[in-house]
């Protein structure tokens, strides 16, 4: 796949006429490729997903959780599409047929080798402009946890030995010891 003109703007409609299996987001009118995600990077979603879950089931919660590849339409305009390793939405009025119309909840990025300068910057910028209410990236290379809760302008730093509370949630966090990641 050749790498997209930097001089073009593109649209969710680029994004959509890509052949099957090659996935990419759109930020600001720019294409990014994705890799195929590793092992590792699996495990953590199917982690995320099992724990993110349960809470909400236990708790009658009206939060959904979505697994990438999930269209999220960050600004509700044509030029901005990402897919978030995990999202959750707790205003269904933001969900229809081909995704999220705006911002996510909470977001969880996954790093993998090639997309570090996506979610430590890029992506970090983009979903707190959006409105992210809260965004954590798991590095599983350099065993951390990043949290930034946008809402209370608070970010910390753990590893995969600790508990993490959800800033979302009154009584919830994700014991990262019970995952082994390797």
């Known amino acids: 796949m050749p790498l997209p003109n930097q001089n073009k703007e593109y ?8 052949p099957d299996g090659v996935r990419a987001e759109l930020i600001d ?12 990077h699996q495990k953590l979603v199917a982690f995320f997903i099992s724990t993110i879950s ?10 959904e959780i979505y697994p ?15 897919e978030p390793d995990i999202s959750v939405i707790c205003n269904p009025d933001k969900l229809n047929d081909k995704g999220c119309a705006g911002a996510p909840d909470w977001v969880v990025e996954i790093v993998s080798p090639g997309s570090r300068r996506m979610d ?16 954590w990236i798991a590095d599983p290379e350099k065993n951390r ?14 590893t995969f030995l600790d508990s993490v509370k959800v800033g979302i949630y009154e009584d ?7 995952i082994d990641i390797e």
Not at 11 to 18: F, G, H, M, N, S
Not at 29 to 40: F, K, L, W
Not at 121 to 129: A, G, P, T, V, W
Not at 145 to 158: A, H, R
Request: charged share 25%.
């Open 54 to 63: 349960n809470y909400i089931q236990s708790h009658d919660g009206n939060c």
């Open 145 to 158: 946890i990043m949290v930034w809760n946008f809402e209370l302008e608070d970010t910390g730093e753990y």
């Open 29 to 40: 009118g720019q294409i990014y490729y994705m890799s195929p995600p590793g092992r590792r």
């Open 172 to 178: 919830f966090e994700v014991d990262f010891s019970t």
């Open 11 to 18: 649209t969710v409609e680029d994004i959509y006429t890509l």
């Open 68 to 82: 990438a590849p999930f269209a999220v339409f960050l600004n509700e305009d044509d030029k901005n599409y990402v």
């Open 120 to 135: 430590y910057s890029i992506k970090l910028f983009k979903y707190r402009l959006a409105g992210v209410r809260e965004y």
